[in-house]
């Protein structure tokens, strides 16, 4: 027997919930940003899994399956024989329709042509909220979800830090830090984010579930700030005002939620982690 399961210590309520033992997890985009978190923690909880990727892989002490959701190739396969799919899979650069929405489609109904119990699927805080092309296609796919053969949870998790460093890498590039200093992040940990999934594996489909985003909402300039300090570089921050309905919604809060409970790791706690010292914490 392993030992008990972490996540259900943190919520005893769920002790009546089906052993990580006994369930089979197929997991899509094993290899992300995500995944690469989510597969050692559900793992060790003592799931069995099986992770997916378009090429081949070994390692983590995971069974590996090689499938494309673009094409469907390999998704029979890589889904017989689990009891839920947890769904990571995306792709926000390109051909998001063909991978997001329909691959997402390809793989619901392949699931359930296989008996797959419970299929979960994250999404965005904002996707309804937010007009960006590639939340248009998250929204899209999590219509797909619900539509589909399989029941099913969907969780709406923020930003992960790292998606926020992108962003502020991509903003400095030419220097001075650019950008809209009212809009308002609140940067998850993705780690916290596995284990509300392994949580929600554990509860059986939810259907829609409260989102999930981290434990402060910050303003752009404050994160960038702290992003400067934290890497000990000195640059200006130059304000451009985002126009039009995208720049409102950024600045109003969509791309934040008010749902508790709420992860625990700030963005000071990734920022001294990546860069050392205790930035603020
Ligand atoms: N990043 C954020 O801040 C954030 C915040 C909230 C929610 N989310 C959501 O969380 C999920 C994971 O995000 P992430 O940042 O971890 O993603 P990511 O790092 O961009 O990883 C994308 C994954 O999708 C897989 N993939 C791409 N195209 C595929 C295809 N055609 N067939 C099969 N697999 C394919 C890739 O696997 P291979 O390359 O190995 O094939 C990779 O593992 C996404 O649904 C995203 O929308 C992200």
């Known amino acids: 027997m392993r030992r008990s399961l972490g996540v259900i210590a943190a919520y005893p309520c769920l002790h009546w919930l089906t052993p990580a033992q006994a369930m089979r997890v197929l997991v899509t985009g094993a290899t992300g940003r995500l995944g690469r978190v989510a597969v050692p923690r559900l793992r060790d909880e003592g799931f069995t899994l099986r992770a997916m990727s378009r090429g081949p892989r070994t390692g983590d002490g995971v069974e590996w399956v090689t499938a494309d959701l673009a094409t469907g190739a390999g998704l029979a396969e890589a889904v017989a024989g689990v009891d839920a799919v947890l769904h990571l899979a995306s792709s926000p650069q390109r051909r998001t329709h063909d991978i997001d929405v329909l691959g997402t489609r390809r793989l619901a109904v392949a699931a359930g042509h296989a008996g797959v119990r419970h299929l979960v699927f994250v999404s965005i805080v904002g996707v309804d909220r937010v007009p960006l092309g ?18 099913w949870s969907v969780l709406r998790a923020t930003q992960f830090p790292e998606f926020l460093e992108g962003l502020l890498s991509g903003a400095s590039r030419l220097g001075p830090v650019i950008g809209d200093r009212a809009v308002l992040a609140q940067p998850v940990d993705p780690g916290e984010v596995a284990d509300r999934l392994a949580v929600l594996l554990l509860a059986g489909p939810s259907n829609r579930v409260e989102d999930f985003g981290g434990p402060e909402v910050l303003r752009y300039d404050e994160a960038a700030r702290a992003w400067l300090a934290a890497r000990r570089v000195r640059r200006p921050l130059l ?16 791309l934040t939620t008010t749902a508790t409970p709420t992860g625990a790791r700030t963005w000071a706690d990734h920022l001294a982690d990546t860069y050392g010292g205790t930035a603020g914490r």
């Open 239 to 254: 304000p451009v005002r985002i126009p039009g309905r995208l720049g409102r919604e950024l600045r109003a809060g969509g």
């Open 134 to 151: 590639y939340y248009r296609h998250k929204l899209a796919a999590e219509q797909v979800v619900a539509a589909g053969p399989v029941p």
